[in-house]
């Protein structure tokens, strides 16, 4: 398994970009999950560790001006701050890619990139869980830290420290800002009005989950194919309408899928375009497995 390989728990997910919780829906299918927004949701990046010192002065520095007010007095800080963010990011972007195709070795550092909001899974030592009140939170925040960083580690003594880690491997994450305390499943809960799961938080009890690759190591030209995952509009060119389906994914269905015809109009240059609304979006998914996100022939639309 590569570094840049993309992986899911069954099923280990945070469904929103509001909402930073993780939990972990029971009773799934490995390759075919109901009741998750979309494939994505359950789909992280293992990358490796990050630096985050720079990034950390800087936000540190523009909380303490903002809270001070006095934001315009030193203007000459500020920008120098921020490059230095920036540059520690472009070197972090840099340092991921030559490690790409890398393979991953237990007890490496590495941290969890959530692809549906581009955020880290972070553990958070000032609060608890909410439901195991003894363990802390974890969550997703958009910023690199030390909170941010795991150790992974087989669950079994089957395989040590050293070996390459492989899929369907069962592992634990161990903090790196707390070490002896591991990600961990809460017992099972109402998480919403149709769910029943469990909340991922840290703690000294540790919790087992299943690699599944999600696509394997992306390619120069992968830009240039469609995958499972990838989001598409689709076009009636006769009618010069996209098909839609509006409502949320956690009520019934409103109604019908049907196509909305899109008026261009020369005096309003906003028609010239394709509509941004997320009614208008589609997930293209393998047939047979909807975390198969390789270049597919025959798909079908979920």
Request: glycine share 4%; with cysteine.
């Amino acid at each position: 398994m590569s570094r840049f390989d993309l992986v899911e728990s069954n099923i280990f997910l945070s469904y929103s970009s509001v909402h930073s919780q993780l939990y972990l829906y029971r009773g799934q299918e490995k390759d075919k999950p109901t009741k998750i927004p979309c494939a994505q949701a359950c789909v992280f990046q293992v990358s490796i560790q990050n630096r985050y010192k720079l990034n950390k002065k800087y936000r540190k520095y523009l909380a303490q001006a903002s809270s001070s007010g006095n934001l315009l007095e030193d203007t000459g800080a500020l920008p120098q701050h921020k490059l230095a963010a920036e540059a520690e990011n472009a070197d972090n972007l840099q340092e991921q890619r030559r490690q790409m195709g890398k393979r991953v070795r237990y007890g490496e550092i590495i941290q969890l990139r959530h692809v549906f909001t581009n955020k880290f899974v972070h553990m958070w030592t000032s609060q608890t869980s909410q439901i195991d009140k003894n363990n802390m939170l974890v969550l997703l925040q958009e910023f690199n830290a030390k909170n941010a960083q795991f150790r992974i580690l087989p669950q079994y003594k089957v395989k040590s420290e050293g070996e390459v880690v492989q899929i369907y491997d069962q592992i634990v994450f161990e903090s790196i800002k707390s070490p002896g305390h591991f990600l961990h499943a809460s017992s099972a809960f109402q998480i919403d009005h149709f769910t029943v799961g469990s909340e991922i938080n840290l703690g000294v009890e540790r919790s087992g989950f299943t690699l599944i690759r999600f696509r394997k190591m992306a390619t120069q030209d992968s830009a240039l194919y469609v995958r499972g995952g990838s989001v598409i509009r689709l076009f009636h060119k006769e009618l010069e309408a996209y098909m839609v389906a509006e409502g949320l994914f956690d009520d019934e269905v409103a109604e019908d899928v049907h196509f909305r015809i899109r008026v261009m109009d020369q005096h309003k240059p906003r028609t010239l375009s394709p509509p941004t609304s997320g009614n208008t979006f589609w997930t293209i998914e393998a047939e047979n497995n909807i975390f198969n996100g390789n270049c597919s022939v025959y798909l079908y639309i979920n």
